[in-house]
């Protein structure tokens, strides 16, 4: 069986990315052995940004985008009959 080994910029780079992830290292260890650290680091950023989005109001609730766009349409559909 090999061992494995990090060094220790990649033991720092694995640290930090678990904090962001809010998982230990060894949980996401298996996630940057079979993905990478790039695409894991990519991967949490953009959860991250989006659950920041999310907890500061800069999504629009889906209902109120369904709401507007039959708004619009029938607008849209009033003049085309006029």
């Known amino acids: 069986m090999d061992i494995l080994a990090l060094s220790a910029t990649e033991q720092r780079r694995l640290e930090r990315l678990a904090a962001a992830a809010g998982?230990?290292?060894?949980?996401m260890l298996k996630h940057v052995l079979r993905d990478g650290f790039d695409y894991c680091e990519y991967v949490v950023g953009a959860?991250?940004?989006g659950l920041d989005d999310v907890n500061t109001g800069k999504l629009v609730?889906?209902?109120?985008v369904r709401h507007k766009a039959?708004?619009?349409i029938s607008?849209?559909?009033a003049k085309q009959a006029a």
């Open 61 to 64: 609730p889906s209902s109120d």
């Open 75 to 77: 607008r849209h559909a």
């Open 47 to 49: 959860v991250n940004q």
């Open 23 to 27: 998982r230990t290292p060894k949980a």
């Open 70 to 72: 039959r708004d619009l």
